[in-house]
Each structure stands twice: as C-alpha cells, then as structure tokens.
T-cell receptor, first 110, second 113 residues
Framework: QKEVEQNSGPLSVPEGAIASLNCTYSDRVSQSFFWYRQYSGKSPELIMSIYSNGDKEDGRFTAQLNKASQYVSLLIRDSQPSDSATYLCAADTGFQKLVFGTGTRLLVSP | SAVISQKPSRDICQRGTSLTIQCQVDSQVTMMFWYRQQPGQSLTLIATANQGSEATYESGFVIDKFPISRPNLTFSTLTVSNMSPEDSSIYLC??????????FGEGSRLTVL
C-alpha cells in the first residue's frame, strides 16, 4: 500500500524562526511531490511542488527532496503567525493520482 | 490555476437522504477528481471523473453510494447516497495541471444527523 507519512505535530515555533516539516513516502515509483497548506475550515492550497533531488526555493519556502532516502521536507523561513496551519505532503503514485499524508499542524507563536 | 467552484459549501442532512454536490471549473479539463476529508483525517480519493465515460472509483468506494456525473469538460457532480453519520466529511473537487499539480475547490462540508 502506497503511503505518505508525516508527524501530526503540533510543531511549535516562535515567530521569525525556521519551521521544518518532514515527510517520508513508501513508493519508489513516485516522481512528483507536493506540499499543501490547509487552514482550519478551508481547502488545501498548493505551496510547492518538487520533482528533482535537491532544493527548490520560492520566497520563504524551500522544498527538499531526497529520492534515495524517500524523504521530502519543507522549510519555512522567518515563520509568521499567519503560517499557522496544517501542512499536507503528497506524492504521486504513477497513475495520475496523489496520495496524501495526514498532515503536520504548525503553530507559530508571536 | 483554474478557478473551481463548489456548491453547496456546507449542508446538514438527515440520515437516509442523498445530497448532490456540484463542481464548476472555469476552463476545460480532461479529468476531475473527487476527494473526501473526514474529520481530523487527510484526503482520500473517491473517484476520477472523465467526460464521456464512467467514473473510475478507488478501492472502498462504489458507484451506488457515490454516483458521479460528468456531462461536459467543465462540470461534474458527486452524489452521496443514503447518507449515514459516517459520511460527515468535507468533499473536495479538484483538477490538475499538465505538471500534475492538483488544485481544489472550496469544499463542501457535509454533516449527517
């Protein structure tokens, strides 16, 4: 069974710190990986996608992928209280479908 | 990214009834995806809706319980039939872009009493 694992949290960081969110996946076929942010009561919003090993930066967000270790991470620099949300990691299954992790709840305190 | 509109945004329903959720996209798409997010859980794919053919259901989901229509390339409906409290969830319509990124509608929050 294809799985994406995340620590449910909550991960608590002070404002201005770096938040590090981690995700592992079980299916070596997966080639595409995504991070979504979901505020309470809202639908998931795509933050980052990453397809190659290494880092991908977009503003305060950096996604990191290590296919050998089957590991994906999301770094949020200069964390803000508005970043407080649940972050979902997703991996493709090779059949145009995504498998989602259960999400990590991030709390950024002022 | 496409603009995806869902109706209703929320509803409270009685056990044994059925509810149809509508999803409208502002551009033509080949596939539309229906997900469920139960309270405190992650997203689970219910089915993939293709225009002109029957929907493809994931393991654990059947057409009798979740009939889907896809009359054209911008619209789809999901019906939750014979509802029970276990069907209380957020139901999300989504579409993907050519690079496989998935975008979601606002969701339909369903409470079954």
């Amino acid at each position: 069974q294809k799985e994406v694992e995340q620590n449910s949290g909550p991960l608590s960081v002070p404002e201005g710190a770096i938040a590090s969110l981690n995700c592992t996946y079980s299916d070596r076929v997966s080639q595409s990986f995504f991070w979504y942010r979901q505020y309470s009561g809202k639908s998931p919003e795509l933050i980052m996608s990453i397809y190659s090993n290494g880092d991908k930066e977009d503003g305060r967000f950096t996604a990191q992928l290590n296919k050998a270790s089957q590991y994906v991470s999301l770094l949020i620099r200069d964390s803000q209280p508005s970043d407080s949300a649940t972050y979902l990691c997703a991996a493709d299954t090779g059949f145009q479908k995504l498998v989602f992790g259960t999400g990590t709840r991030l709390l950024v305190s002022p | 990214s496409a603009v995806i509109s869902q109706k209703p945004s929320r509803d409270i329903c009685q056990r044994g009834t059925s509810l149809t959720i509508q999803c409208q996209v502002d551009s033509q798409v080949t596939m539309m995806f229906w997900y469920r997010q139960q309270p405190g859980q992650s997203l689970t794919l219910i089915a993939t809706a293709n225009q002109g053919s029957e929907a493809t259901y994931e393991s654990g989901f059947v057409i009798d319980k979740f009939p889907i229509s896809r009359p054209n390339l911008t619209f789809s409906t999901l019906t939750v039939s014979n509802m029970s409290p276990e069907d209380s969830s957020i139901y999300l319509c989504s579409v993907e872009n050519p690079t496989g990124e998935l975008f979601f509608g606002e969701g339909s929050r369903l409470t079954v009493l």
